[in-house]
């Protein structure tokens, strides 16, 4: 489902820890870190796709979690054209998401990259808040410090 400005609708997912640290975690068999995130099916809502993916790529249910809110509306990025596929129809240019916010309530033991045939990440670490804007790959660094920007006093608030 891609829009009329070629944006592909997606969620992402800041985990937030007892000690203010996010979930951060390494993509599968390559060098690159990220927040878990995943495209919205049409037939769902953006909450309902962030549930989805939140088990499919860390195997965690909402009990496992409290929501603690979410962007106001879609933070959008630009794929570099190398990663844009040629031949898809319509063209895909980027991603529009709805970040969410969500305090972990379980155990590390819950987390598990094994609920899909092909696995998202292969690793993870809790770090700093705002950590990620430094590590992340270059097209999304700037929806990463929008997301932050915008989800940072709820999660100080949480402290």
Known sequence: MIDIDGYRPNV???????NGKVFFAKRYQDSGWQFPQ???DSSET???AMYR???EEIGL???HVELLGSTPGWLRYKLPKKFQRKNSKPLCVGQKQVWYLLKFLGK???LSFNHTGSPEFDDYKWVHFWYP???????KKGVY??????LEELAKAQR
Request: cysteine-free; overall charge positive.
């Open 133 to 139: 804007v430094k590590k992340v790959v270059k097209f």
């Open 46 to 48: 953006s909450e309902e």
């Open 53 to 55: 993916e939140l088990y």
């Open 108 to 110: 590390d033991s819950h």
């Open 38 to 40: 995943g495209g919205i």
């Open 12 to 18: 992402g997912i800041i985990l937030l820890d007892d």
């Open 61 to 63: 249910k909402p009990k």
């Open 145 to 150: 410090i929008k997301a932050l920007k915008h």
